[in-house]
C-alpha cells in the first residue's frame, strides 16, 4: 500500500471510529498517549456534494483536516511524566494528529510560557516534514541540531526514541510604516477563520466620488512615479535631439485606463547606454483654447516634442489633480482630509501585511508622511517580535518511531498570516494533475491547464466534486486557497517543467528529445534531425526536421508541391512546410515540417538537403524533378517572400541534383541539364502564390493609377499577352511606384515573372494549370494549427504538430478502409469550386 492510500485508509477509519461511538479509551488504545474523556476528536471536513473522504484524494482529505483544540494532561500523566518532552522540557497540554493529516496554524499556548505539544503521525517512506505546511515564517533564533532522547515518543518496545531537535521561532509579519500598531495577540485558529490581512476597502458605500478620488490620486502616484519617460542617450545634450536620441514611452494604460500617451517620434524601449539620462523637466498642468486639460513636461516645446504630452485628463478630479501637481496644500489638505472622515485617502492607517520572507521592501499602497511627500510606505518587522517559540523532535529512526513531536510554545503577537503557502503534499498533489497534461505541459499556463481535459477531470476526481451539489465547477482555490494566486501557480508549473524538461522547452529540449526518439523504431520516429549548421561569418541556422516515414512516402511520391512559411507557431522561430494534395483521398497532405531560425537562401538550402535526404533514407527513393529525370516533381508553388529565399534555393538544389547528369535539357534542346542555373530550373517547374501577389499589389491600387493596375494584375496569367513588352512598358511609364514595382518583379526577382506568367516559363501549360495556383493548402493547415495556440514553445510546437500529422494519417488510413471522410461532403473539383466561388462572392 503506498502512503497516500496510507493516508486514506487511516482518515476513513478515524471516520468510522467517530461514527461507532468507540469509548475514550478504545480511541486511547490507537495512540501511545491516551487522551482525556472530554477532548473532541479530530475532525476531517468535507466539500458539499461529496460523500465520504474515499472519493476524495488522500491529499487533499488530509488537508481538510481541521485539529482539534489541545487537552490539558491529567494529573495522572503528569504523575506518570507523560508531559515530559526530556528532562529539561515539559508540555501543559497536547493534540495528536493522524497519519498525513496536514496542520497550518498548530495551536500555540494560550499565555507565555506555557506549551502545546503536537505529535503528528507520518508515512517515514513518503515523508512530508508537518512543519513546511505551517503558514507562520519559522526561521528566528535557529538554536541549531541537538540530538537529545524524547519521552513523548516512543518505539514499538515503548523505550523513548533519540531525536534531532530544531529550536526556532516564529519570524511574525511585515507590516507597513503607515499601519496603526494593534496589541493582537492569538493562540488557536484554522485556515476556516483566518481573514486576509491584506488591506481591503473599507465597507462604507462605494460612492463615485471615492472612486474618482482613487483614480486621480493613483494616476499622480504613477506619474510622480515615473515623471517624463524621456531618456538622453549618448553626450547629446539634453535640449539637443541628436539621431541617436532614444525615448521611453511608458504605455498609456500604465497611468490611467483612459490617459494618451502622444509621443511624436523615437523608439519605445529604454536606452541601455550607461550614460542615458533621464528629463528633469516638471510636469505641468496646462488648459489649451478649447478647455481641455492636458498635462506636459516643462521642456517640451515645438523644437522639443519628445517630452511628455497627456491628453485625457479630464476623466480625474482635475481641481485635486491640478494642486497635487502644483504642491497647492490647502487644496490638496482639504480633499485629502474629506476622503479621510468617509474611510479612504491617503492619509489613513494602512493594513497591509506581508509575509517576512517576501522579496518585496515597499507598501503597493501610497501615503502621505508626516513631511507632506507622498510615498509608497516601508515594509518592516511586526512593532513587537513574536514571543512563540518552537522545538521540533524528529527521531533518528523514523521507521521504528513513524511520529514527530513539535511544541508550540507561547501566543503569537501578531494576526494570523493568510495561507499564501501550498503544503507540498498539494503540491505534489497539484503536480501529479500537471502530469496528467504530458507533453502539453511543455507550454502550460495557469489559464492553459483548465482547457486540457486531462488536467479538469483529475481535479474534478481529486475533489470528489458533484457539479450539480455544488452548482459550479471546480477551481485551483477549492484545492487550497494559495493557489488563487496565478503568480505563484506559475512558478509550480516553472519548478515541474524544469524537472520533467531539463534541457528546457527550446532547442536543447528539442535536441534531448531527438535523442530519445533515435531508440524507436524507424516507423514511430518523428523528429528527425535538431542540428546547427554555420551559414555566415557569424550566423548560425537551427534546424529540427519533423516527419514520420509515411510523411517520405507522400513527399518523395507527390507530382506538385506547395511552400509556405508560419511565423506564429512557436515563440522565435519559423515553422515551414512542404504540403501536397492527395488525389485519391482528396485532402491536404503535409509531407515535411521544419522550424528554422533563419531565412536566407543559404538556410532553406541546407534544409531542403537534409529533407530529401531523411525521405529518401526512410524509402530508399531518390528525389526527382521531371524536367531533370523525366519524372517526378512537376511544379512547386510557394510564397515570393524574398526573405524566404525559396526560389533561389531550389533552384541551387536543382544544381546541387543535377551537376552529373548528362543529358540534354526537353525544353532547351541545345543546352545540358548540368548547365543549367539556379533560375534556369525554376523556370521549368516554379510557381508563386497568386493570392500572395493579389494581395501585396492590392496595396498599390490606391496609388497608382486603375489602368495600371489591372495591367500589372494581368502578369498573373497562363495566357498569353498580346504584346507583353508593350504591356511591361506601359506598367514601367505609369507611375514611379509601378516602376519600381516591375523592377523588383524582373531584375530584382528574376524567376517572379516565370513564376506568375506560364508563357515565360518553360512549364508545360497543361501541368501549369494542374498545378495549385496558391498556398492555401499550407494557409489552411497552418490555421488549424493555429486554433490549438500561438506564441508556443519550440517543444509544444513540436508535440502539437506531431498529434496533428498522425491524426491526418489515421484519418488517411480510416478513408482507405471504410471510405469515410472528415466531412460530410466530398471534396470533389466541383464542391471546391462552389466553395471558391462562395467565398468570392462573399467577399
Known amino acids: 500500500m503506498s502512503g497516500m492510500e496510507q493516508t486514506a ?40 456534494g461529496s460523500s465520504s473522504p474515499g472519493s476524495q484524494h488522500p491529499a487533499f482529505v488530509a488537508s481538510t483536516y481541521v485539529p482539534p483544540p489541545a487537552r490539558h494532561f491529567t494529573p495522572s500523566e503528569v504523575k506518570q511524566g507523560r508531559h515530559r518532552a526530556n528532562c529539561k522540557t515539559s508540555a501543559d497540554a497536547i493534540v495528536e494528529h493522524p497519519k498525513g493529516a496536514i496542520v497550518e496554524y498548530p495551536q500555540t499556548g494560550e499565555f507565555d510560557k506555557q506549551i502545546v505539544a503536537h505529535v503528528f503521525h507520518v508515512d517515514p ?19 541549531g541540531l541537538e540530538s537529545v532522547k524524547c519521552f513523548m515518543l516512543r518505539d514499538s518496545n515503548n523505550h523513548p526514541v533519540q531525536c534531532e531537535v530544531l529550536k526556532t521561532s516564529c519570524k511574525g509579519l ?42 486621480t490620486l493613483g494616476f499622480f502616484c504613477a506619474l510622480q512615479e515615473h515623471c517624463c519617460p524621456y531618456i538622453e542617450a549618448g553626450n547629446v545634450d539634453g535640449d539637443d535631439l541628436g539621431s541617436d536620441t532614444e525615448i521611453h514611452a511608458l504605455p498609456a494604460t500604465q497611468f490611467a485606463d483612459n490617459a494618451d500617451l502622444v509621443i511624436n517620434s523615437g523608439a519605445s524601449h529604454l536606452s541601455r547606454r550607461s550614460n542615458a539620462r ?49 504642491d497647492n496644500w490647502d487644496v490638496v489638505n482639504k480633499h485629502e482630509c474629506d476622503a479621510r472622515s468617509k474611510g479612504y485617502g ?56 513513524p511520529q514527530i513531536l513539535i511544541l508550540c510554545q507561547s501566543p503569537h503577537s501578531h494576526p494570523p498570516p493568510a495561507p499564501v503557502k501550498t503544503p507540498p503534499p498539494l503540491k505534489d498533489l497539484f503536480n501529479e494533475l500537471l502530469l496528467l497534461m504530458k507533453w502539453k505541459l511543455a507550454d502550460a499556463t495557469p489559464r492553459r491547464i483548465f482547457l486540457d481535459t486531462a488536467f479538469v477531470e483529475g481535479l474534478q476526481r481529486t475533489l470528489g466534486w458533484d457539479r450539480v451539489a455544488v452548482g459550479r465547477e471546480a477551481t485551483l482555490t477549492d484545492l487550497h486557497p494559495s493557489l488563487a494566486n496565478l503568480d505563484h501557480v506559475r512558478r509550480l508549473i516553472n519548478t515541474l517543467r524544469t524537472q520533467q524538461y531539463p534541457c528546457g522547452t527550446g532547442f536543447e529540449g528539442a535536441q534531448l528529445l531527438v535523442e530519445e526518439q533515435t531508440r524507436l523504431p524507424l516507423d514511430q520516429r518523428y523528429v528527425r534531425c535538431v542540428e546547427v549548421h554555420k551559414i555566415g561569418r557569424e550566423s548560425y541556422l537551427k534546424l529540427i526536421i519533423c516527419m514520420t516515414t509515411r510523411m517520405s512516402s507522400h513527399l518523395l511520391a507527390a507530382k506538385r508541391l506547395s511552400i509556405d512559411t508560419s511565423f506564429k507557431r512557436a515563440q522565435g522561430w519559423q515553422e515551414f512546410e512542404i504540403e501536397s494534395w492527395d488525389i485519391n483521398h482528396q485532402r491536404s497532405v503535409v509531407c515535411a515540417r521544419a522550424f528554422i531560425n533563419s531565412q536566407t537562401a543559404n538556410a532553406h538550402l541546407i534544409f531542403f538537403r537534409r529533407i530529401f535526404e531523411i525521405a529518401m533514407g526512410d524509402t530508399g527513393v531518390p528525389v526527382m524533378f521531371r524536367h531533370i529525370h523525366g519524372s517526378g516533381i512537376e511544379s512547386v508553388v510557394a510564397d515570393s517572400h524574398k526573405g524566404q529565399a525559396l526560389g533561389r534555393c531550389l533552384g541551387m538544389f536543382c544544381v546541387e541534383i543535377s551537376c552529373d547528369i548528362d543529358q540534354t535539357c526537353i525544353y532547351e534542346p541545345h543546352r545540358q541539364i ?47 499577352h498580346p504584346d507583353i513588352k508593350a504591356t511591361l512598358s506601359f506598367i514601367r511609364n505609369s507611375h514611379p511606384k509601378a516602376a519600381a514595382w516591375l523592377k523588383d518583379k524582373v531584375d530584382s526577382t528574376p524567376f517572379a515573372l516565370p513564376g506568375l506568367y506560364q508563357p515565360a516559363s518553360f512549364i508545360p501549360l497543361a501541368i501549369w494549370k494542374a498545378c495549385p495556383s496558391t498556398t492555401n493548402g499550407n494557409e489552411q493547415a497552418h490555421r488549424n494549427a493555429y486554433r490549438e495556440g500561438i506564441n508556443l514553445t519550440l517543444l509544444a510546437g513540436i508535440m502539437k504538430g506531431s498529434k496533428y500529422d498522425q491524426t491526418a494519417m489515421v484519418s488517411i488510413d480510416v478513408h482507405s478502409a471504410f471510405g469515410i471522410n472528415t466531412r460530410d461532403a466530398e471534396a470533389t473539383h466541383a464542391f471546391r469550386a462552389a466553395r471558391a466561388v462562395s467565398r468570392k462572392g462573399s467577399s
Open 278 to 326: 533621464r528629463c528633469h523637466g516638471r510636469l505641468i498642468y496646462k488648459t489649451d483654447e478649447f478647455n481641455q486639460s492636458f498635462i506636459c513636461c516643462s521642456l517640451r516645446s515645438h523644437d522639443r516634442p519628445r517630452h511628455l504630452l497627456l491628453y485625457s485628463v479630464q476623466e480625474y478630479d482635475t481641481k485635486y489633480l491640478q494642486a497635487l501637481l502644483e
Open 346 to 401: 491617503p492619509l489613513m492607517p494602512c493594513d497591509y501585511v506581508a509575509s517576512p520572507s517576501t522579496q518585496t521592501q515597499l507598501c503597493p499602497h501610497w501615503h502621505r508622511l508626516a513631511n507632506n511627500r507622498l510615498k509608497r510606505g516601508t515594509l518592516r518587522k511586526w512593532a513587537h517580535g513574536c514571543a512563540a517559540r518552537y522545538h521540533v523532535y524528529v527521531p533518528h529512526d523514523l521507521h521504528a518511531c
Open 125 to 143: 517512506v513518503a515523508f512530508h516534514h508537518p512543519k513546511s505546511s505551517f503558514q507562520y515564517s519559522l526561521g528566528d533564533g535557529h538554536g
Open 174 to 215: 511585515k507590516i507597513c510604516t503607515a499601519r496603526r500598531y494593534e496589541d493582537h495577540h492569538h493562540h488557536f485558529t484554522d485556515r476556516t477563520t483566518v481573514t486576509s490581512s491584506h488591506r481591503m476597502l473599507s465597507a462604507g458605500e462605494q460612492t463615485p466620488e471615492r472612486e474618482v478620488f482613487l483614480k
Open 674 to 720: 548540368s548547365q543549367l542555373k539556379p533560375y534556369d530550373h525554376l523556370q521549368r517547374f516554379y510557381r508563386l502564390c497568386v493570392a500572395h501577389f493579389q494581395r501585396n499589389l492590392h496595396t498599390l491600387k490606391p496609388i497608382i493609377p486603375f489602368d495600371a493596375y489591372k495591367a500589372m494584375r494581368s502578369l498573373a496569367s497562363s495566357e498569353p
Open 9 to 48: 485508509a487511516l482518515l476513513e477509519i478515524q471516520q468510522l471510529i467517530l461514527r461507532s461511538g468507540l469509548s475514550p479509551d478504545q480511541l486511547g488504545a490507537l495512540s501511545p498517549i491516551a487522551p482525556s474523556e472530554s477532548s473532541p476528536s479530530p475532525t476531517i471536513s468535507l466539500l458539499p
